[in-house]
């Protein structure tokens, strides 16, 4: 009897039973995608005479991302980690008992205080793995405005005035998510508008994708930015072209310090408080592993962010982690500093550890920063800003990586894209080869010749794909028809054997890891559009994979995240549908029933429905 046959039966001879099969069938990267997923980790000192499981589940639908048993019934975990998992095998009766506590591998595992879950047919996969987010800034951005999904100019600034009504003078009122895309005319705010709104308080809102401030005039006055004030480095700030004065907007972090640096930090209270608000959001959305910038936040001062590792190393103390973080640092910081860093912060814990060096080395689409090869289509006077100098950042990262640093490089335009590569192929020609497993994050906007370069350097594209349910309505007016079919183009990656890891940016996107599958499957927008160069999507195995076991090899952790099997850490997430048979739009609704982190159940939905 065929797999495939068995698998037709698991589920059902439906319609969405054989859509299962032919999108296994159709996968163009079925090759790469087994490369990025490792042999089950079964342990030979996995044994039930070492004390019974902890947690079993039953009766699901496990899909295990281990292709050497890619479908289960049931688990057994104990402790933090999965010590069974149960086999789908030969025939009908093997179908059947492989769900039950009476399957052979479960069985055993059993005892007086093991708990046992039948989830009814739910269906079971690793937690996801987001691969790049800022909680320190999502944290300060609970405590802020929220302008997300803002769609005119007068609802900005009516949204300002319901939040000032009972501030004090004087008192810094912030706020995150505005864009301008959404509004009638796309005009950028200025800061007469929010003068408008309030003269006596200072205001700075960061634009949704965090590249871009507006300040008001107060703010202005208090950070001394004026007509005279010269553009820092790294940074731009934005002139009325008749008069010359600042306008209120701030491009990148040079220009947006000038004022962020004259606003007070807030508590340590207010800062673990928007932590675990963001943690808490991670276990809604079925998010048990964080790969976080938090030591780049728009400060860029290590002393100011480094209160956030001191609370993740708290709640880490304290057993209140609900999702595994691996932090990165700041790549500009000198060697010795980051080495330092490295020996007090570790490398090795499960819950908390450090990992890549992050560089800037351009800005974002959306605020036309990004540094392109040519200019853009829609203001043929810039090609966006680079923020590091070719031949410094080589010298840099040759250090670095010579110090066993893994390097990670923002870059979204085609010419940071090209010269994040140029920098990596320097790295190897002077220190040689080794794993090294370097990353571009975001990796938006790629020239043709140069995705090769991705898979001949083994670069990890960092990617984010639910950027693409904004940023479609006008990237093409960015970028012209010819450079938009090199945008976003995960199958393109996987057709040159480049690893994807998927995220979110979080606060940039929302968490919900659901979206960017839903990108990456359809890339329309929700409302409902064409799909964007419809010949980058991927079948939604693959873009599960880039979110599991792809996020799990580009922070060297695929032997013990990312997929189920015996010995792995019993990080899962759990849903009442099979994500692979129902409609791609169903995706934006689906909520998770249940999500478990380290064997303990992070998150349970108020009405979790077939769970007991």
């Known amino acids: 009897m065929s797999r495939r046959f068995l698998l037709t039966f698991f589920f059902g001879v439906t319609g969405a039973a054989l859509l299962i099969v032919a999108r296994a069938v159709n996968s163009v990267a079925d090759a790469t995608a087994r490369r990025n997923t490792p042999a089950s980790q079964t342990s030979t000192t996995l044994s039930p005479a070492q004390g019974p499981a902890d947690l079993v589940l039953t009766n699901a639908k496990i899909e295990t991302m281990d292709d050497a048993h890619a479908w289960a019934g049931a688990l057994a975990i104990r402790g933090e980690s999965i010590v069974a998992v149960s086999s789908i095998t030969r025939d009908t009766e093997d179908l059947q008992k492989a769900s039950t506590v009476d399957a052979p591998e479960i069985k055993p595992w059993l005892g007086a205080k093991t708990r046992v879950i039948d989830l009814r047919g739910a269906f079971v996969m690793p937690g996801f793995n987001d691969a790049h987010v800022h909680i320190?800034?999502?944290?300060?951005?609970?405590?802020?405005?929220?302008?997300?999904?803002?769609?005119?100019?007068?609802?900005?600034?009516?949204?300002?005035?319901?939040?000032?009504?009972?501030?004090?003078?004087?008192?810094?009122?912030?706020?995150?998510?505005?864009?301008?895309?959404?509004?009638?005319?796309?005009?950028?705010?200025?800061?007469?508008?929010?003068?408008?709104?309030?003269?006596?308080?200072p205001m700075f809102f960061s634009r949704v994708d965090g590249h871009v401030a507006i300040a008001n005039s107060l703010a202005l006055k208090i950070a001394g930015v004026t007509q005279d004030t010269a553009d820092p480095a790294r940074g731009h700030i934005v002139r009325d072209p008749q008069t010359s004065q600042p306008t209120g907007l701030l491009q990148e972090d040079g220009a947006k310090n000038l004022v962020f640096s004259k606003m007070a930090a807030p508590s340590s209270a207010e800062r673990r408080r928007g932590i675990e608000l963001v943690l808490a959001d991670a276990a809604r959305n079925g998010i048990t592993s964080l790969q976080d910038c938090s030591y780049l936040e728009i400060s860029r001062d290590v002393s100011f962010s480094k209160e956030n590792l001191l609370i993740y190393q708290q709640l880490r103390r304290e057993g209140k982690l609900t999702a595994r973080i691996t932090e990165w640092l700041d790549f500009t910081l000198p060697v010795a500093t980051l080495e330092a860093?490295?020996?007090?912060w570790g490398s090795t814990d499960p819950w908390l550890k450090t990992g890549a060096l992050k560089a800037f080395l351009d800005g974002s689409l959306g605020s036309r920063t990004a540094a392109l090869l040519a200019p853009y289509s829609d203001a043929p006077g810039t090609s966006g800003l680079l923020h590091l100098d070719a031949a410094k950042l080589a010298l840099m990262a040759i250090a670095r990586d010579r110090?066993?640093?893994?390097?990670?490089?923002?870059?979204?335009?085609?010419?940071?894209?090209?010269?994040?590569?140029?920098?990596?192929?320097?790295?190897?020609?002077?220190?040689?080869?080794?794993?090294?497993?370097?990353?571009?994050?975001?990796?938006?906007?790629?020239?043709?010749?140069?995705?090769?370069?991705?898979?001949?350097?083994?670069?990890?594209?960092?990617?984010?794909?639910?950027?693409?349910?904004?940023?479609?309505?006008?990237?093409?007016?960015?970028?012209?028809?010819?450079?938009?079919?090199?945008?976003?183009?995960?199958?393109?990656?996987?057709?040159?054997?480049?690893?994807?890891?998927?995220?979110?940016?979080?606060?940039?996107?929302?968490?919900n890891p659901l979206r960017g599958i839903y990108a990456c499957v359809t890339r329309e927008l929700p409302q409902g559009s064409a799909s964007w160069q419809p010949q980058e999507s991927l079948p939604i195995k693959d873009c599960?994979?880039?979110?599991?076991?792809?996020?799990?090899?580009?922070?060297?952790?695929?032997?013990?995240?990312?997929?189920?099997?015996p010995g792995m850490l019993a990080d899962l997430v759990v849903y009442a549908v099979d994500l692979n048979q129902i409609p791609a739009r169903d995706l934006l609704t689906t909520k998770v029933k249940m999500s478990v982190a380290g064997g303990r159940i992070a998150y349970q939905a108020p009405d979790p429905g077939p769970l007991r």
């Open 544 to 565: 599960l994979r880039a979110y599991t076991t792809g996020s799990a090899y580009a922070e060297f952790e695929e032997k013990r995240k990312g997929t189920i099997a």
């Open 341 to 344: 860093l490295r020996k007090e």
């Open 136 to 201: 320190g800034q999502s944290a300060l951005n609970k405590l802020a405005i929220d302008f997300t999904g803002v769609q005119s100019l007068a609802e900005f600034q009516q949204r300002i005035r319901e939040n000032i009504k009972d501030r004090a003078p004087g008192e810094w009122i912030t706020g995150f998510g505005w864009d301008q895309t959404l509004w009638p005319g796309r005009r950028d705010p200025t800061r007469e508008d929010l003068d408008a709104v309030s003269s006596t308080l």
């Open 403 to 511: 110090a066993g640093f893994q390097l990670a490089f923002h870059a979204i335009g085609d010419r940071a894209n090209r010269v994040a590569l140029d920098t990596f192929a320097a790295v190897v020609a002077a220190n040689g080869p080794r794993d090294r497993r370097d990353r571009v994050e975001h990796a938006q906007i790629v020239a043709p010749e140069d995705f090769a370069r991705y898979g001949s350097l083994d670069i990890i594209a960092s990617m984010q794909p639910s950027h693409l349910l904004d940023d479609e309505r006008w990237a093409t007016g960015r970028l012209g028809p010819e450079r938009s079919r090199g945008a976003y183009a995960w199958r393109t990656m996987e057709q040159n054997n480049a690893r994807l890891a998927f995220g979110t940016d979080h606060p940039v996107e929302p968490l």
